[in-house]
């Protein structure tokens, strides 16, 4: 269980600190506009909902995996672009409660299929 968690979090690093940094980095004037909208339109909700639905496999241990990935991705985006911007603590309380909802679903499903 414990390797989950650790590779869930390495994953989540990747996506949320790795990629906003390659996108500020490498992809200059209007291109790094439409990486930086594609991460946060895109590739971040759909992560986000991947990873409630892998929490939702064990909720009662996993909850944590959604909390963690909201807060690299508010750290990331703190860190690459502008330090306390309150538009992306809405970014990051919208990907929160996606991958909260899907575990919820996920949990709810797989109890369903238990039964």
Do not use: H
């Not at 809405?90 to 909802?101: D, E, R, S």
């Amino acid at each position: 269980m414990k390797k989950n968690i650790i590779l869930s979090t390495a994953v989540s690093a990747m996506i949320m600190l790795a990629l906003p940094w390659l996108a500020v980095t490498f992809v200059k004037g209007d291109g790094g506009m439409v990486a930086c909208f594609a991460l946060f339109f895109c590739v971040n909700p759909i992560y986000s909902m991947a990873i409630g639905i892998f929490a939702g496999k064990n909720s009662r241990r996993l909850w944590s995996l959604p909390v963690i990935s909201a807060a690299l991705f508010l750290i990331g985006t703190w860190i690459f672009f502008d330090m306390g911007e309150t538009a992306f603590i809405f970014y990051g309380m919208v990907y929160l409660v996606l991958g909260i909802a899907s575990m919820m679903i996920s949990t709810f499903v797989r109890k369903k299929k238990q039964r």
